[in-house]
């Protein structure tokens, strides 16, 4: 739960077997979305970009969970700055207890401004870490449109597993 709820929740099904369509039983709208086939956390990710209604939108994978506050947080950081297109990073706490994360990582909320920008998330980076690759570009050509919401605590709880999309591939390659 929020404290500031979502105007939409749109889940990519990249061969996991959601049910598509609408469903009305909460204050906003729930859309699937079916890929034909196995797509990878960076193509899932634009993908949402690209067929989220809002302007404003937050990247969480399908096992991780986000603070009550963080979308209320990333809203007021992104209107605080004059609704620009950027990345808005969070900091990320892991459950295996390793120390906190505060560098920016797919742990937040994008504008579909920057994203046509940009073309969000390589492809080229689809088989080791996107996020890493489209955060290196940014720090190169546009490093003011890397925005951290709130450096004090961390709004996205990450699950470690060995069954993540990127957990097989080994290290930064």
Not at 36 to 44: E, F, M, S, T
Not at 69 to 91: F, N
Request: negative net charge; proline residues 6%.
């Amino acid at each position: 739960l929020q404290t500031r709820p979502p105007d939409e929740v749109l889940l990519i099904d990249d061969m996991h077997g959601l049910p598509q369509g609408l469903d009305h039983s909460n204050d906003y709208p729930i859309r699937t979305w079916r890929s034909p086939w196995h797509l990878g956390v960076g193509h899932a990710f634009n993908i949402g970009v690209a067929r989220a209604e809002n302007d404003l939108v937050c990247m969480l994978g399908a096992d991780d969970e986000l603070e009550p506050e963080c979308l209320q947080r990333c809203l007021a950081t992104y209107e605080g700055h004059g609704r620009e297109d950027a990345y808005y990073w969070v900091g990320v706490r892991y459950s295996d207890g390793r120390d906190d994360q505060y560098l920016p990582c797919n742990a937040a909320m994008v504008t579909k401004g920057l994203w046509r920008e940009t073309g969000g998330f390589p492809v080229e980076a689809a088989c080791g870490a996107p996020d890493c690759a489209l955060v290196s570009i940014l720090l190169v050509h546009v490093p003011d449109q890397l925005i951290c919401v709130d450096g004090d605590r961390p709004l996205y709880r990450y699950r470690v597993h060995g069954g993540t999309d990127t957990a097989h591939r080994g290290g930064l390659q």
